[in-house]
């Protein structure tokens, strides 16, 4: 007994040491939990809450809405439309194939549309939106509202889209949009921050220029969402800003005009401001539909537009690179006059043709203009004498002032990613880009706008406005509120060494329109208020055989891509001018039967809208 | 004498049996209990559901039983010690044999009106069995090779027989419990030092004998950020939720986390993170405290007892009940690998619940018995 309460007294002894010791570990083990708890509770807690954040709401983003253009009146020449589309949400469809199935009728959808359906159904969540149709008609769209009763889960949407209500009036200037490509979002950082799918972002002319202007941003929908993904409850609806509305400086009834006119020919018409630079119409025809790109253009229709002739992709205006022909000759003269090479009395005798480094050069009239003097010259368009001109300048000189006036470089910059330099010829030039010394025939023929040189239709319109406003500087633009770009001190900046010389080709122009004999004196107006001064050109695309020469076909007899092209440039009106223009008509035979009668048409039209267009200005500063 | 006669009197009146009940000990059980219960209404989305209904009806049928556990005198438990460790041990046998497999392992018999996990039982039973074993054994004898080699066969036989269910998070806290009583019997503690060591250095082998997804555990435990989707998921989702809880908790049922179906198994092993998701630090540190006067309680009714068997019981208990909770809590602090083990009377779970208030009971037995003398 005693031994047994000895040994329990031991036995007590040791579990109660041992008792302490794992009490002290417990306390330690305890302290170690709790610190924990506090490390992630409090010391933690901001990231975890960020985490639990970012675990449980998700950003939705909707399309913004895009920025308009309105032409210099206000009036919306792209602009935004409700169109009316389907939603269906597999999830919420009972019967998904009964449903799909009855759409499929009742839009009469073609197999491939709805194997494109069916496709994209496959790939996204069952509760992800699917867009059935993008674009209904208003007829389709009231019909599946009537038949709703028995088409559970799907939504009739409308939603906000690009359209352009002027057609192809304006597709040379603002583009056009479509659903952003991985090379968009990767050159653009709004479009990438902006992006969700079906987005619409501009792919060429200004709607692609201004893009981070016009995007604009979206409407963020912020959700509860669980683990799965699935939307719980809405927690804020942020609206966006619309995209910034653009104002244009073209006048849309002369837009209008221009596509008329070149209606079934190739070419192109501007109009410019000649004091403010502002382009009034700019048009390159033929032309295309820019809606037919908003939901992606149908394989057809590219096909029509792509393997055209006449190359309605092409921005003639500034991508086009003509031989200014006969209308260079106002640039030559000044030349030749700014350089003191000759005056106002140096007279040439034309016969016809002249004999020049062992090579013919013939002037356009076979029996020849006799004794002209500068006045004439430039009035009946002799090209003998500006052949003997440009010889006596030398291509360095006439290249110099060509350049000065706005031939050979871009317009605008880089407005227009497309837009062309064109190509002013020089000696340095040639030995630069061609390895070969310039010849003294090669002058002669600059000297009538032929060889190598190129412009555009856009620098020609430049280079007459440049003349018309008495030689000042001028700098082009579309946008109204473009002015930061120019530093007031470029501003009339002249472009001559003595006005007198302007003033004599300004004179000249007019001879050569409202004059007998002038090269487009049947397409003159009388009435002071629309009276106009312009040059003709006649560009040959390829060199005129001598068999040809004799031969003298009408235009209407030579195959279409071998004609020649119509080219006019003018101003007016004659007294106080206020706008210039060029013409380009490819392939359109000649610049006085072609080119020059609707430079008269544009004329009536661009002087009656002044009017028009100055009130508008007065109220601009009025409202100020 | 007459105090000898007193203390080894054994007909307790029931209305003293009522008046030795500590009820501190019971106060806190029921406290656990209608907290586990609000926290499985939130579970449960805020609603009475499933988990909810179940979870209650657990909770009555075993905290009745616990009573009338603790008014059955401690000798009784005494005496069904081996007998109890025997009948678990073929429940596992049985188990082995015939149980239901669910989520790739065999741990449950189907009693038709539950489904009972022996394993969770065999965490009480192997205390009650060691403890009954040292009872009468001399100290000096407690260090023999056949005492340790047989007490040590009392641990591995059921560890093995959960080891292949698989369950290896079970069969390391049937252990822990084994060994909490040997240490408490006064195994020499060189042999646990030995043992910690050898295991320590054994490790990295061990590790590689695991099974795929087992490896795959503790990898994820030392970095849960290299797949974050996949086995990483669960211990990165908790950590969010119990970090931001913050100081005063996210509210009852606001805990997003678990309300938006982030935190994985939210009703069993993972528990307390929701709870501290939504009660936030003082709410955590409110229920360990709750948890540490249980234990001390039940340590304190080991001292007050006057048999070596109830003691040994009760310190065991004590300390088996301390390592199932902190097991739980480091793992779901990101402390400890991911091993399936419930957080007592909190986790859904009957099984574990039935076994934690069968503990409770014998040691309240011991407490309303705490004079008995076992001879």
């Known amino acids: ?624 | 004498m007459y105090q000898h006669t007193r203390l080894t009197n054994n007909n307790f009146t029931f209305f003293q049996k009522f008046r030795n009940f500590d009820y501190i000990l019971l106060i806190c059980i029921l406290l656990l209990g209608f907290i586990s219960l609000t926290t499985m209404y939130s579970t449960d989305g805020g609603k009475i559901l499933f988990h909810t209904k179940s979870h209650f009806t657990k909770l009555m049928v075993f905290t009745i039983m616990m009573l009338f556990i603790s008014f059955i005198n401690i000798k009784f438990w005494f005496s069904i010690g081996y007998l109890s460790y025997i009948v678990v041990v073929s429940l596992l046998v049985w188990t082995y044999f015939f149980g239901i497999t669910s989520s790739g392992s065999k741990r449950w018999m189907d009693l038709y009106f539950i489904n009972l996990q022996p394993s969770e039982l065999m965490k009480i039973f192997i205390i009650l069995c060691l403890a009954k074993y040292f009872h009468r054994m001399k100290l000096e004898n407690v260090n023999s090779v056949y005492t340790i080699l047989t007490s040590l066969i009392i641990i591995l036989l059921p560890m093995g027989l959960v080891i292949v269910q698989p369950d290896l998070g079970t069969s390391v806290l049937i252990a822990v419990s084994g060994i909490a009583v040997l240490w408490f019997a006064g195994i020499n503690h060189k042999y646990f030092i030995y043992t910690m060591l050898g295991f320590v250095i054994s490790l990295p082998f061990v590790i590689a004998f695991l099974k795929p997804y087992q490896k795959l555990r503790v990898l994820t435990f030392l970095n849960p950020d290299k797949d974050p989707l996949g086995a990483g998921y669960q211990i990165i989702q908790s950590k969010i939720a119990v970090g931001s809880g913050g100081i005063f908790g996210k509210g009852f049922l606001k805990g997003t986390q678990s309300y938006l179906e982030f935190l994985p198994e939210k009703h069993t092993d993972f528990i307390f993170t929701l709870f501290s998701e939504e009660f936030g630090f003082v709410g955590s540190v409110v229920l360990l405290v709750i948890y540490i006067i249980i234990i001390y309680r039940i340590i304190a009714i080991g001292a007050n007892s006057r048999s070596y068997f109830a003691k040994l019981f009760c310190y065991g208990f004590g300390a088996a009940i301390f390592v199932f909770i902190t097991i739980n809590m480091s793992m779901v602090l990101g402390l400890l690998p991911i091993v399936g083990s419930p957080l007592p009377i909190m986790s859904y779970g009957g099984s574990s619940m039935l076994a934690t208030m069968i503990g409770f009971g014998i040691v309240m037995s011991a407490r309303v018995h705490s004079q008995q003398l076992i001879a």
């Open chain 1, 1 to 624: 007994m005693i031994n047994s309460s000895s040994d329990n007294v031991k036995k007590l002894n040791s579990i109660n040491r041992r008792m302490f010791i794992t009490g002290s570990l417990k306390f330690f083990i305890m302290v170690g939990i709790i610190s924990r708890l506090f490390f992630l509770q409090v010391k933690e807690n901001k990231k975890y809450l960020t985490l639990s954040d970012k675990n449980r709401i998700r950003e939705w983003k909707l399309a913004p809405v895009r920025g308009e253009f309105h032409d210099y009146f206000g009036n919306v020449i792209a602009g935004n439309f409700e169109a009316y589309q389907l939603h269906v949400i597999p999830e919420q469809v009972e019967n998904f194939k009964y449903v799909i199935y009855r759409l499929k009728d009742l839009l009469e959808l073609s197999d491939t549309e709805f194997k494109k359906v069916l496709k994209k159904k496959k790939e996204s969540k069952p509760w992800e939106t699917l867009i059935v149709s993008n674009n209904l008609s208003w007829e389709k769209f009231s019909k599946i509202n009537n038949h709703l009763y028995d088409l559970n889960g799907v939504k009739p949407v409308i939603s906000i889209s690009r359209n352009y209500p002027f057609n192809e009036n304006f597709t040379h200037i603002i583009g056009y949009v479509s659903q952003a490509n991985e090379q968009d979002i990767e050159n653009t950082e709004l479009i990438k921050k902006n992006f969700v799918p079906g987005l619409k972002v501009g792919k060429i002319g200004l709607e692609k220029s201004f893009e981070e202007k016009l995007i604009g941003t979206n409407d963020i929908e912020r959700y509860e969402v669980n683990a799965y993904g699935r939307r719980i409850s809405q927690l804020e609806f942020q609206k966006g800003k619309k995209g910034q509305t653009l104002k244009l400086t073209v006048d849309t009834e002369i837009q209008k005009l221009a596509n008329e006119l070149l209606k079934d020919k190739a070419g192109s018409i501007c109009v410019m401001d000649i004091f403010t630079g502002e382009v009034i119409a700019m048009h390159s025809s033929p032309s295309f539909d820019p809606n037919l790109f908003v939901f992606g253009i149908s394989q057809d229709n590219w096909q029509i537009i792509r393997n055209d002739p006449m190359k309605p992709l092409l921005n003639k205006t500034l991508q086009g690179r003509y031989s200014p022909g006969s209308t260079l000759k106002p640039i030559v003269a000044l030349s030749a006059l700014e350089n003191g090479i000759i005056n106002t009395k140096f007279t040439v005798r034309c016969t016809g043709k002249t004999e020049l480094y062992d090579q013919t050069y013939h002037c356009w009239k076979k029996e020849g203009h006799g004794y002209v003097s500068l006045r004439n010259a430039m009035k009946m368009s002799c090209d003998t004498y500006f052949y003997e001109i440009a010889r006596k300048l030398g291509v360095d000189k006439l290249s110099e002032t060509a350049k000065k006036f706005g031939l050979g470089k871009k317009v605008f910059d880089n407005l227009f990613e497309i837009e062309k330099d064109g190509l002013i010829p020089n000696t340095q030039w040639k030995k630069n880009a061609l390895g070969k010394g310039w010849l003294l025939g090669e002058t002669i023929i600059t000297g009538i706008g032929q060889g190598y040189i190129q412009t555009t239709p856009i620098q020609l319109c430049l280079m007459t406005a440049q003349i018309a406003n008495g030689g000042y500087k001028i700098y082009p633009k579309i946008l109204i509120d473009d002015k930061d770009k120019i530093k007031p001190s470029d501003y009339y900046t002249p472009l001559y060494k003595d006005s007198r010389n302007i003033k004599i080709i300004q004179d000249a122009m007019f001879g050569s329109t409202n004059e007998v004999m002038g090269t487009s004196y049947r397409s003159r107006i009388d009435n002071p208020k629309y009276q106009f001064a312009g040059k003709t050109g006649t560009a040959q695309v390829k060199k005129i055989t001598e068999r040809e020469r004799e031969l003298d076909l009408k235009t209407s007899e030579i195959p279409y891509e071998q004609r020649d092209h119509a080219l006019y440039i003018a101003y007016g009106p004659y007294v106080n001018p206020r706008y210039a223009l060029s013409i380009v008509v490819e392939h359109g035979g000649n610049g006085s039967t072609t080119a020059a009668p609707m430079a008269k048409r544009l004329f009536k039209l661009i002087i009656d809208r002044h009017e028009i267009r100055q009130s508008i200005n007065q109220k601009k500063y009025l409202e100020i």
